[in-house]
């Protein structure tokens, strides 16, 4: 299973947003200080949107493809319709295994 984080500042406070999924089930689990806020199987070689709040702000994890046959897959965060850093370590793209 693969991880991808994100801590986000709204409104004054810091929340966890973690993003974990396997590429072959295509399963994909999406938490915010460690509440699951959606599950969802979507196989990763499509393009997937999950939307959810976080303190009550609308937020979105978005995962495609870097591109037609590229193995590796692009995963962002916007809060607010803006996006959100990812944290230190956490890779920008994954690559299929």
């Known amino acids: 299973m693969e ?3 994100w801590t986000v500042d709204v409104d004054g406070a810091q929340h966890a947003v973690v993003l974990n999924w ?3 089930r295509g399963g994909r ?3 915010v200080d460690g509440q699951v806020v959606d599950e969802s199987t979507v196989p990763m070689r499509w393009k997937s949107e999950q939307a959810f709040t976080v303190a009550g702000h609308p937020a979105t994890v978005r995962t495609k493809p ?6 590796y897959f692009v995963i962002t965060l916007e809060v607010d319709g803006k996006p959100v850093t990812p944290d230190p ?8 295994t």
């Not at 870097?66 to 193995?71: D, I, K, L, T």
């Open 89 to 96: 370590g956490t890779p920008a793209r994954w690559e299929r």
């Open 29 to 31: 689990q999406v938490t």
């Open 66 to 71: 870097a591109g037609r046959v590229s193995p």
């Open 3 to 5: 991880r991808k984080s």
């Open 22 to 24: 396997t590429y072959y």
